[in-house]
Every structure is written in C-alpha cells, then in structure tokens.
C-alpha cells in the first residue's frame, strides 16, 4: 500500500512536469519512475539526509498554499467564470453514492495522517507527542485541503474542473495567465516531491520492523553498516513502487490503494475491542469516547470500502488480489512459524 501511495503521487509529479515538457504515457511513467528511484537513493544515504528534505519541502508547500489561496481569493472574483456552473452540472444532483466516490479521493489527499505513529520508538515522550502530533496535522492538512478546494470553486467553472488533470495549474492560469500556470506547476511538484520523501522515509520502518521481529524475511532487517538505513528495504520498495508506476493510470492506483488502505485501517479499529479484553493490557495512552470513536469509523470505513467494490469491481478486484498475493508468501515461506523476536530498543544501528 505505500508503494502504491508513492507511486500515485510520482504520477501526479510527472503530470505537472508535463505542463512544462510534454509528456506521452511513456514519458510520464518514466518521469515519475525517475523521481522515485531519486528519492529513494537520498534516503538509502542517510536518515538526516532525507528528513531535512522532507521538512524543507513541508515547510515549502505550506507557504505555497497560503500563496494560492491568498491570489485566488483577491483575484477570482474579478473572473468571468467565477461560479459559473456548466450546463449539464448546474442541473446535476449529488446522490449518496457519488459522494462515496469523492471521498476516496478525499481521502487519498489526506494520506499519511497516521505515518507519525511509525516513529512512536524513537519520539521523546510519544504518549504526548504524538497524540499532538496527529491531531495538529490532521487539522494543517485539512485546511490546505478545504482552502484549495474552494479556491478552485471560486475560480473555475464546474464543467472545467471536471475535465481537468492540473486543476492547481488550471486556477493559476485563469488568475495569472501563462506564468501562474508554471508557477504553480512548479509549486504543486515541489509539494509532491515533499510529500513522497516522507512517505519513502517512514515505510521502510516498517518492513524493518516486521523483519525483525520475524514477520518478514530476515534479511529485510539488514542495516547499511556506513549509511545506518534499512538500504535493503528501501530498494525492494523503489523497484515495486517503480512496477507499479508502469502497471496503471493514476485513478487505478489510488483507487487500489486507498480501497484496500481503508480495509487495514478498519481491521485496526476492531483491534482495540480485542486489546481492550485482554486483562494484561495497560496502554500508556487511551482514546476517549471508547467503544463509540473505534465503532463509528470502523463503520465508515466499511461504507466506503463496500460503495467502492460496487462502483469499481475490477481495480477493486486487482488490489484485494495484490494484497492476497502475500497471504501464500507468509506461509509457503514458512514466515508464520518463526517465533516473533521481542525487543526493548529499537536497532541502535538504525537513526
């Protein structure tokens, strides 16, 4: 699933590059491969390397975002399209099962919210911090979210949107002509690039986690005796990230991925009734609102999942089957039947 996540969004990254050089089918998969083997080998070098980066960029895109609302806000009403609707979509309604499939996107732009936790091992003090941590970019990332989006209503007319494969580059355009379009291009690329090295960054703890503790080959637990990174995880998931790329259109993979992401997190939510039974289990931290929060968006979460099988069978098909796939791995590899290691530090080789 976070190959998939990386490679959508190499996607989106090749398809802004387009806007400058254009770009065939080929050309955007190479150019999205490209940036995830890039991205890849700064992380295979160095843990600081690629976190610097990564805050860089976040702090970038921040700035950025503020910059498109702030112009399109002063500048859009002074548009011809501003709120103005296309024919056949002024009449259109939006039933229950439409704003389903808008959710999926939705939710695939406001991924990675749960990624902090994988760093829980080495957080000073996680039963505060991270709690915090989620809750502060949850909140950051939903409003650049709903500010852009409204931007984007402000500016274009409905029809336009639709259509569009750039819409930040479209609105830019329509504000600022030609020049805005690069701009914001440029901007929406440096975002996605930020996005992806975190992504890249975090992932590969988990694999070397699970390794560890022998849930997955033990060689995926190596550490890079000059770097301290888990080289060997990073490459396995640069070249499925990369196979991805090639194997479908942006729609198709986050329709994949987030369809089969939300199936995990709702099996996480069911979790806690099961963890909660245990006599043994005394968390550090608890969530309020118990059994009320856990059941809701294990609710949620299956209402999106189910409208998705229905309106998408096949992707849906072709993401349960990839993820399936490692059901006969874990047992004809014989994986479920080493013990689990337990350990009480994290590998001090890896930071």
């Given at each position: 699933?976070?190959?998939?996540?990386?490679?959508?969004?190499?996607?989106?990254?090749?398809?802004?590059?387009?806007?400058?050089?254009?770009?065939?089918?080929?050309?955007?998969?190479?150019?999205?491969?490209?940036?995830?083997?890039?991205?890849?080998?700064?992380?295979?070098?160095?843990?600081?390397r690629g976190s610097t980066v990564q805050t860089?960029?976040?702090?970038?895109?921040?700035?950025?975002?503020?910059?498109?609302?702030?112009?399109?806000?002063?500048?859009?009403?002074?548009?011809?399209?501003?709120?103005?609707?296309?024919?056949?979509?002024?009449?259109?309604?939006?039933?229950?099962?439409?704003?389903?499939?808008?959710?999926?996107?939705?939710?695939?732009?406001?991924?990675?919210?749960?990624?902090?936790?994988?760093?829980?091992?080495?957080?000073?003090?996680?039963?505060?911090?991270?709690?915090?941590?989620?809750?502060?970019?949850?909140?950051?990332?939903?409003?650049?979210?709903?500010?852009?989006?409204?931007?984007?209503?402000?500016?274009?007319?409905?029809?336009?949107?639709?259509?569009?494969?750039?819409?930040?580059?479209?609105?830019?355009?329509?504000?600022?002509?030609?020049?805005?379009?690069?701009?914001?291009?440029?901007?929406?690329?440096?975002?996605?690039?930020?996005?992806?090295?975190?992504?890249?960054?975090?992932?590969?703890?988990?694999?070397?986690?699970?390794?560890?503790?022998?849930?997955?080959?033990?060689?995926?637990?190596?550490?890079?005796?000059?770097?301290?990174?888990?080289?060997?995880?990073?490459?396995?998931?640069?070249i499925w990230a990369s196979v991805l790329v090639?194997?479908?259109?942006?729609?198709?993979?986050?329709?994949?991925?987030?369809?089969?992401?939300?199936?995990?997190?709702?099996?996480?939510?069911?979790?806690?009734?099961?963890?909660?039974?245990?006599?043994?289990?005394?968390?550090?931290?608890?969530?309020?609102?118990?059994?009320?929060?856990?059941?809701?968006?294990?609710?949620?979460?299956?209402?999106?999942?189910?409208?998705?099988?229905?309106?998408?069978?096949?992707?849906?098909?072709?993401?349960?089957?990839?993820?399936?796939?490692?059901?006969?791995?874990?047992?004809?590899?014989?994986?479920?039947?080493?013990?689990?290691?337990?350990?009480?530090?994290?590998?001090?080789?890896?930071?």
């Open positions: 699933m976070h190959s998939g996540i990386m490679s959508a969004m190499a996607t989106v990254f090749a398809r802004y590059a387009s806007y400058f050089v254009p770009l065939g089918v080929g050309g955007t998969r190479g150019v999205a491969v490209a940036v995830i083997l890039g991205i890849s080998a700064l992380n295979y070098a160095g843990v600081k860089i960029f976040t702090l970038g895109k921040l700035v950025a975002v503020a910059i498109v609302v702030l112009i399109g806000f002063a500048v859009g009403s002074s548009l011809p399209e501003h709120f103005v609707l296309g024919a056949a979509e002024a009449h259109a309604s939006v039933g229950a099962h439409n704003f389903l499939l808008a959710v999926i996107a939705g939710l695939f732009a406001f991924g990675g919210w749960h990624v902090v936790t994988y760093t829980a091992e080495e957080t000073v003090q996680p039963e505060r911090t991270i709690p915090r941590a989620l809750t502060l970019g949850i909140v950051i990332v939903t409003s650049c979210y709903v500010a852009l989006n409204a931007v984007y209503f402000f500016v274009l007319p409905m029809d336009r949107i639709l259509k569009s494969t750039r819409v930040a580059a479209d609105a830019a355009t329509a504000l600022l002509g030609a020049p805005g379009g690069a701009a914001i291009s440029g901007l929406v690329m440096f975002s996605v690039f930020g996005a992806m090295t975190g992504s890249i960054l975090a992932a590969p703890r988990v694999y070397f986690a699970m390794a560890r503790d022998g849930l997955l080959f033990k060689w995926m637990s190596q550490v890079h005796p000059r770097f301290h990174t888990p080289h060997r995880a990073i490459v396995l998931q640069a090639s194997s479908g259109t942006y729609r198709q993979l986050f329709t994949r991925v987030i369809f089969t992401e939300w199936i995990f997190f709702a099996l996480m939510a069911a979790g806690l009734f099961m963890l909660r039974k245990r006599p043994d289990y005394r968390p550090v931290y608890r969530v309020w609102g118990f059994p009320w929060v856990p059941g809701i968006f294990i609710a949620a979460s299956t209402i999106i999942v189910v409208n998705r099988m229905v309106s998408e069978p096949i992707d849906s098909l072709v993401g349960l089957g990839i993820v399936a796939a490692g059901i006969p791995v874990y047992y004809l590899t014989g994986l479920n039947a080493r013990p689990a290691a337990r350990h009480d530090q994290y590998d001090a080789a890896y930071h």
